[in-house]
């Protein structure tokens, strides 16, 4: 039976495994991160303090529920194979691996724990102006060397086998599609916003929509997405980018994962003008813009042709489409986001 990893047992099995440490080296173990899904350790030598690493292990359920919440454990393959895989493609956005363990379902990755998440960096009013290059290049560059752009027809089998990742798409398809647009046990929203959120349940022509959505999300293999590529699965700093927490990954829209990024940017913005910071709020805008002018310039460069706007136009109204459930997943269904759970009462009658 799978066991979680304790800090002893972290040090333990990476200096039994690996060569990333010299025998007599002195460890520090540190579990980090806020728990909800896996566990996650950093390894430092400390007599060498540039020399440290990050563990992740993944448990057969949702850590912060127990095994009432079965999960499965084979996501944390799904996430190294696919960091492992954006690595190659881009590697200035995505951070090294260095160790796989099936046995004990984790492994080991380049340490972030200097950086900060874009979530954190957004609700400080911090600027990033480096990163509307840095991700609109990640994104086509993704999108171009994984679909039928940029590899042959039994190159994409391979990758849609690697990542089919059917338990955690189910659980997309559930909490972003299904749960937030009816009824369910599982949403979570203020009392205040009752009447609103039962016209969203009763809206048919919404509902068509999102059925629409759903099953855009369910039948297009058009790339290998990252499949939860929000404000918090990006680490930055003033000048560096990493993108993390793949265990989403999959094939599908890339509308999906540039509507989830539109989504959480915009979710800040309307903190940011619930508080009056109107020209941050216009900064986050015109990252959004510059995100996807960046995704269309190298994009198009990639497949040297200079007529895409048939495709872009349908990736655009499909990114806007997905944004938009996902706004709504986050304020009325589940895994609310720390930007609007910490607006006051007041704040969320005049603001919603």
């Known amino acids: 039976m799978l066991k979680p990893f304790t800090m002893e047992n972290a040090i333990n099995h990476i200096k039994a495994n ?5 025998t007599n080296s002195i460890l520090h173990c540190q579990e980090i991160g806020d728990g909800n899904m ?29 095994p009432s919440w079965p999960l499965t454990a084979e996501r944390i393959k799904v996430e190294y194979d696919a960091l492992k895989k954006l690595h190659t493609i881009c590697p200035n956005a995505v951070p090294e691996t260095y160790y796989f363990n099936e046995e004990h379902s984790l492994f080991l990755m380049q340490d972030l724990s200097s950086l900060e998440t874009l979530r954190q960096g957004l609700t400080e009013q911090k600027s990033f102006d480096y990163l509307p290059q840095r991700l609109g290049e990640f994104l086509a560059k993704v999108f171009f060397d994984t679909s039928e752009y940029g590899t042959n027809t039994r190159e994409r089998q391979e990758l849609k086998k690697t990542f089919l990742n059917v338990p955690m798409c189910q659980i997309s398809e559930e909490f972003i599609f299904s749960y937030p647009f009816r009824n369910h046990g599982m949403n979570r929203f203020h009392p205040d916003l009752l009447n609103d959120v039962q016209n969203i349940w009763d809206d048919r022509s919404l509902q068509k929509e999102v059925a629409y959505l759903k099953n855009q999300f369910r039948t297009t293999k058009q790339c290998l997405i990252h499949g939860d590529l929000h404000t918090g699965s990006l680490m930055v700093s003033e000048q560096d980018m990493f993108i993390i927490d793949t265990e989403f990954a999959c094939y599908g829209p890339i509308g999906f994962d540039i509507g989830l990024f539109i989504g959480h940017v915009l979710l800040n913005y309307c903190v940011q003008i619930q508080n009056k910071c109107y020209a941050y709020g216009e900064y986050e805008l015109e990252m959004l813009r510059s995100v996807w002018h960046e995704f269309q310039y190298v994009f198009q460069s990639l497949t040297n042709q200079s007529d895409h706007r048939k495709l872009f136009t349908s990736i655009f109204q499909d990114s806007l489409g997905f944004a938009g459930c996902e706004m709504l997943r986050r304020v009325i269904g589940t895994s609310g986001v720390e930007e609007i759970e910490n607006i006051s009462k007041r704040g969320r009658n005049k603001g919603w």
């Not at 690996?18 to 010299?22: D, E, G, H, I, R």
């Not at 563990?55 to 359920?61: G, T």
């Open 18 to 22: 690996t060569c990333l440490f010299s």
């Open 38 to 66: 896996n566990y996650i350790f950093r390894i430092q030598d400390q007599e060498k303090l540039g020399n440290s690493y990050i563990v992740k292990q993944a448990l057969p359920f949702m850590r912060s529920v127990g």
